[in-house]
């Protein structure tokens, strides 16, 4: 059960494995529930105490970033944006404070890195390619092997904020594959808009161009 409940965080589940005997069935809206319990089991208190410590020695630059992403989220309802910055000036810094102001308010954010080491510097942070099931050998017609109705697409369909760090490192067609999946999943919601990216969720890309590999496929 336990093996069971850490591959479900990574969107896997002992059926991916033959040869391992399986748990005893669990009910799917147990495992959205848990999904998403372990994304919003953040100590308000905590959260608290890193916003305003963080506000207080915020750039103009990032609380600039951080005014209008929040303002996106909380008020438009919907945005894209890209946070562009050298190294060092502050963009992982800023991840934890959005996502800290987020948990204080109790919702969802999704944090996901397009490497594994990035990952480890955001809270709760995910590979993007684990996170939104993309396709390892992508293509134009690549889409996240995430089906409507599943934990995955529950948490999706809650989140406020999608952040996509270090996100220049891989191929457009992963973003598009997210693109086509978020639609399918925000069809059914009141605010969805066809036109709009990302099936109107508000996503923030993330790095700096001069740290990407100098050819991509
Ligand atoms: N406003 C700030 N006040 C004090 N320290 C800060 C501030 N912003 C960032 N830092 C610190 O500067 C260091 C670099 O910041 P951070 O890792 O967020 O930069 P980055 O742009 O993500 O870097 P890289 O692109 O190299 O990964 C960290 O130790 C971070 O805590």
Known sequence: M?????LHSYGKTLKDYPPMPLATEVDSSLLTERVIREEINFNKDDSNKNVSDMLAITTPEQRYAFDK?????????????FVYGHGSTGKIFL?????AEIHLRGDIVLNVAS???????LPNGRMAHSGFKIPLNITED???NIKP???????????KLIIWDEAPMVSKYCYEALDKCLGDIMRCSPIYSKDLPFGEK????GRDFRQILSVIP
Do not use: H, R, T
Request: glycine share 6%; charged share 10%; proline share 2%.
């Open 2 to 6: 336990d093996i069971d409940k850490i």
């Open 69 to 81: 992403i929040i303002i996106a989220v909380y008020c438009d309802e919907w945005g894209f944006f």
């Open 95 to 99: 991840w934890n404070l959005m996502s």
């Open 115 to 121: 490497s594994g080491i990035a990952s480890l510097l």
């Open 142 to 144: 690549s889409v996240c």
């Open 149 to 159: 109705g599943s934990p995955q697409a529950m948490l999706l369909l809650k989140a």
């Open 202 to 205: 508000v996503v923030v890309l």
